[in-house]
């Protein structure tokens, strides 16, 4: 049920966001201030949910395991301008055969 | 909408780009992108969610962000309210994008909570780089439709074929998250306060990782940046 719930308040914040973007008037979201700390915040949620689900573990350790060298796969298709799909795909590939020769 | 443009350097130039090129460069980002629902769908289903809430998710959260995040706090333990919090705040810029798309394509008021499901980080790319206002609904339309009936499409595949996988871990999807994250943020690094933020947001989310609940350290992670503005507003640099 509780997921539920998260499922609900997510879809509901997120699509009123989207509808409020589209329907408010352009001046009343466009201070400086508020546009740049807008183009902020996702990089810094972003950064911060690549490395917790990269390093941490169920039980709030921190962990250097295979995860880590996809996400360095990732990075290095991404430094070669990969299309977004080869970019996934690096990271799950290297993380399973890494996970497979390591186990 | 009588608002004034906010774009300044917006040029339409008298010929318009053919119908053709725009139809091509969306369906290449919707396919793409679409596809990776896929990994949606086998994370959601890893960290615990029901095929019906996978689905959900993607039909009416579709912003891929913030539903890895959800799913990811979700399935370490998180509470959905710290979860919903995360997530939420990473759909908070969609509103931006919603602010630029409206004045490029000047949606009937009645066309416009249909369309707003699709205000997200690729439709906005594709649509915020065609030259002119047919090109750009064009490419909103294209991006929009194939990449919604994809990602929802291939999270139902991904959450039914879960089960047959087996373990996700095995196939290394635990991994997909995190990229999705990573190839979205990469371009936006461009600038020094962008790293700044970006470098401050790993370091708070990974030492609150251990001492405070699950979805919790993002939301502080969150604070680098009003902290990297404030800094930077009083140093006189912006």
Do not use: H
């Not at chain 1, 080869?86 to 186990?103: I, P």
């Not at chain 2, 959900?56 to 333990?77: H, K, R």
């Amino acid at each position: 049920m509780s997921t539920w719930i998260a499922i609900g308040i997510t879809a509901f914040g997120c699509y009123a966001m989207k509808l409020l973007g589209l329907s408010v008037p352009a001046g009343f979201l466009e201070r400086p201030v508020v546009r740049r700390l807008a183009a902020l915040l996702p990089i810094a949620l972003l950064a911060a949910l690549t490395a917790i689900q990269t390093f941490g573990t169920g039980d709030r350790a921190l962990v250097l395991d295979a995860r880590s060298a996809g996400l360095a796969a990732a990075a290095v298709a991404l430094l070669l301008r990969a299309p977004f799909l080869v970019v996934v795909g690096a990271a799950v590939l290297v993380t399973a055969a890494v996970r497979a020769l390591a186990g | 909408m009588t608002a004034a443009p906010i774009e300044t350097d917006q040029q339409y130039p008298p010929t318009p780009k053919p119908r053709s090129a725009v139809i091509r460069d969306a369906l290449g980002v919707g396919i793409a992108v679409g596809l990776s629902g896929f990994a949606f769908g086998v994370t959601s289903a890893g960290a615990g969610l029901s095929v019906a809430q996978s689905c959900a998710l993607s039909l009416l959260v579709f912003t891929g962000a913030s539903q890895f995040a959800l799913v990811g706090a979700l399935g370490a333990g998180g509470s959905p309210f710290a979860a919903a919090a995360g997530a939420f705040f990473l759909g908070v810029r969609n509103a931006f994008y919603g602010l630029r798309l409206s004045e490029l394509l000047r949606l009937p008021r009645a066309v416009r909570p249909l369309a707003a499901q699709w205000v997200i980080d690729e439709t906005s790319a594709v649509t915020l780089a065609q030259p002119d206002r047919r090109s750009a609904r064009l490419g909103f339309t294209v991006t929009g439709v194939s990449l919604y009936v994809l990602w929802n499409l291939t999270t139902l595949l991904g959450a039914l074929g879960a089960a047959a996988l087996g373990d996700p871990a095995a196939w290394g999807l635990d991994a997909a998250g995190p990229a999705v994250f990573l190839a979205l943020l990469a371009p936006m690094l461009r600038g020094r306060d962008e790293r700044a933020v970006a470098g401050l947001a790993v370091l708070l989310g990974l030492v609150c990782l251990p001492l405070l609940p699950s979805g919790v350290p993002v939301l502080v992670a969150a604070l680098a940046a009003p902290v990297v503005l404030a800094v930077t507003r009083r140093k006189g640099v912006r």
